[in-house]
């Protein structure tokens, strides 16, 4: 297992002082899969960075749009038209210089998780691809992987983390079926508050430690509307489509 060096000694204190030394080294020694680094990706990322997450694979092909300004905050003026995957790795690194980060400049598939030979910690979906949620969360529950799914709408969001186990709620146990993605709103089409993403990232960051550090026993489902949080306790369900698979 690797150990902390002196400045990530330092600037982890404070959270060492929480949760001690060798929850502190598990992070370090943890590798985190991102898809996206846009609105949920932009408060998500700093924060894993911030809290000590050793290593990170990031999918990210975009580049820095002006209407990104307003919720991606890893971004500014002068780098409109840049690839927001090398601004955000510059983010980063000024932020931690210990962090291993891996760039994909490209849109990520399934096909890129069946390749990869590495086993990770949690991936994390924050992306604004509804299909690749229930792909990933189909994929997920075939592998036994730890996943973390972010979506968003101007009148609610949610954050669905799918337990490793099959034994365990899928994406699919609430949603049933794939929805008609033409009729599905977007940050493009309705609009979106600016701060939005950022308490979504923010949490989404929050729940990984957590689930690094200590496993759930049973999947998490949380809804953001208007000013109420909620969290509803999930299980498998008998009619879910996936049911075959679990």
Not at 15 to 43: C, D, F, R
Not at 176 to 195: K, R
Not at 221 to 228: H, K, M, R, V
Request: with cysteine; glycine share 6%; net charge positive.
């Amino acid at each position: 297992m690797k150990k902390l060096d002196k400045s990530e000694l330092e600037m982890s204190s404070r959270q060492i002082m929480a949760i001690g030394l060798s929850q502190q080294e598990k992070l370090k020694n943890s590798h985190i899969l991102v898809i996206g680094a846009g609105g949920i990706g932009s408060s998500l990322l700093p924060y894993l960075v911030s809290s000590g997450i050793g290593e990170i694979t990031l999918f990210e092909s975009d580049i820095i749009e002006r209407s990104n300004l307003g919720r991606q905050i890893l971004f500014n003026q002068e780098q409109i038209g840049i690839a927001k995957g090398a601004a955000t790795l510059n983010f980063l690194y000024d932020l931690n210089p210990q962090v291993k980060i891996h760039w994909k400049n490209e849109r990520f598939s399934i096909k890129d998780l069946k390749d990869s030979n590495k086993r990770f910690d949690m991936i994390i979906e924050g992306s604004d691809d509804a299909k690749l949620k229930f792909d990933l969360s189909q994929h997920s529950l075939q592998n036994n992987l730890d996943l973390l799914i972010g979506a968003l709408s101007f009148r609610q969001a949610h954050i669905f983390y799918q337990k490793s186990s099959n034994n365990h709620a899928c994406y699919r146990c609430i949603f049933q079926n794939l929805p008609n993605l033409n009729d599905l709103p977007t940050c493009a089409n309705e609009g979106i508050l600016s701060s939005m993403p950022g308490v979504i990232g923010s949490m989404m960051a929050y729940l990984t430690i957590n689930l690094i550090l200590e496993k759930s026993n049973e999947s998490l489902f949380y809804i953001l509307e208007g000013l109420s949080w909620r969290n509803k306790r999930l299980i498998k369900q008998k009619h879910c489509p996936n049911n075959n698979l679990h």
